[in-house]
């Protein structure tokens, strides 16, 4: 496990400690799976149906900006309130918001009132409720399972999140729209009421908080977190890698589905077998990542991760066979958990006590800020060029992460 006073491309020496189910561990996981798999029914119907109401490829790329923009307005102040509060309490507060949300759009979708507009608003206030629950999640992680468990309880929920919500939800997707379009809307609110259920019932121990100064204010607290962040080199670096390869992950997901149905001809099927791929690879991803970073070390595994996706973007753009889109989908999951997991464990490790969820948000902020702008790229792109165009775009981003990455090591 790297330390403070570590290089960041040298190995990590310790064995990766499986975290135990009990303790809170196995409700959190639980929780978060239930939540991801309702994610994952939204995430794959919203394009469908915003496709359904519009052809043109920037408004439905805008669906997607909506969904990053709050992490740039509210990202540092979620991670604030994170340190603040009582994280579980807020977590499932943030969830019985989602869920009155989300049944309030099933219910516009039913009716038939939901319009590109209704779309980007929805988007737009449920990223701004995660960027509190995600941000308190983060935090509250580290006092569920031991530091030394940390890398194996991370690989294990973000691949069960993958299973849930690419490989479980998403297939589901078709089925669910014969009973009518606002179905799997229904079903992401009721995901939402029994994870907020789950974390009300989790019992944890208070996290270690630094003492706050007198005085202090959220905007200072903010700012602090920011600073601790820019200070420490790997981190840094990996935030600065992470936006640029952001830039080009907003460009593809914000138009994928034009991708797939469009320039594949390949229709719903086809979208649904993509990230049905992509959602199954993610699970060897989680199991590779521990792995890889005992290896070559968690920064190197985020390099070589970087490498490989750059690749399969190169053919996802010019291959114009669904066989093709799908295995690239498939590499595209496995690479993006080792990417994440170690980015995650990676923060978590070399954050002071009581300042995770601060220096969690500042990542996120930075991280996220190409998103949006991918997004829009994407969709001018897709309208300019091609539906191939955001797929050569995001190998491009990926270029110049890797590249800076690499800087980072060297």
């Known amino acids: 496990m790297t330390t403070h006073g570590v290089t960041a491309g040298t190995a990590v020496t310790d064995t990766a400690r499986a975290p135990a189910w009990r ?21 794959a ?47 499932w507060t943030a969830d019985l918001l989602r869920a009155a949300l989300m049944a309030g759009f099933a219910l516009a979708v039913a009716l038939d009132l939901a319009g590109i507009a209704l779309l980007l608003a929805l988007a737009f206030l449920l990223t701004t409720v995660q960027t509190l629950f995600d941000n308190a999640a983060t935090a509250l992680l580290p006092a569920v399972v031991p530091r030394s468990a940390l890398a194996g309880a991370n690989a294990r929920l ?133 792995r890889l970073a005992l290896r070559i070390g968690r920064i190197r595994s985020v390099l070589v991760a970087g490498i490989v996706q750059t690749c399969a973007l190169l053919v996802l753009g010019t291959v114009r066979e669904l066989w093709a889109a799908i295995g690239v989908m498939a590499l595209f999951g496995v690479m993006g958990m080792v990417w ?28 996220v800020a190409g998103a949006p702008l991918g997004a829009l790229l994407g969709g001018l792109a897709a309208s300019a060029w091609g539906l191939n165009a955001p797929a050569l775009l995001a190998a491009g981003a990926f270029t110049l992460a890797v590249a800076s990455l690499g800087v980072l090591i060297n």
Not at 64 to 87: I, S
Not at 251 to 257: D, H, Q, Y
Not at 344 to 365: W, Y
């Open 158 to 290: 973000m691949a069960g999140q993958q299973v849930a919500g690419g490989f479980l939800g998403a297939p589901l997707v078709p089925a669910l729209l014969v009973l009518g379009a606002s179905a799997p809307f229904t079903v992401n609110a009721a995901t939402y009421l029994v994870g907020a259920l789950l974390i009300a019932s989790l019992r944890t121990r208070a996290p270690d908080r630094a003492p706050k100064a007198v005085g202090g204010t959220l905007r200072a607290e903010m700012a602090e977190g920011m600073r601790t962040l820019w200070r420490d080199g790997p981190l840094r670096g990996l935030a600065v890698a992470t936006a640029l390869s952001n830039v080009g992950i907003g460009a593809l997901i914000a138009t994928l589905v034009l991708h797939i149905t469009g320039w594949l001809d390949a229709g719903n099927s086809g979208y649904a077998a993509a990230l049905t791929a992509y959602g199954a690879a993610s699970v060897a991803g989680g199991l590779l990542a521990p």
């Open 45 to 91: 119907a919203l394009p469908l149906l915003a496709a359904s109401l519009t052809d043109d490829p920037l408004l439905i790329a805008s669906v997607t900006a909506c969904g990053f923009l709050p992490w740039l307005l509210f990202g540092l102040l979620g991670g604030a309130l994170a340190d603040r509060v009582d994280q579980r309490r807020a977590m």
């Open 23 to 43: 303790g809170g561990f196995g409700r959190l996981w639980s929780a978060a799976i239930i939540s991801r798999f309702g994610d994952g029914l939204r995430t």
């Open 340 to 367: 994440n997991v170690n980015q995650a464990t990676l923060v978590q490790e070399r954050s002071p006590a009581g300042m995770l969820g601060r220096i969690s948000s500042a990542f996120r902020t930075l991280a």
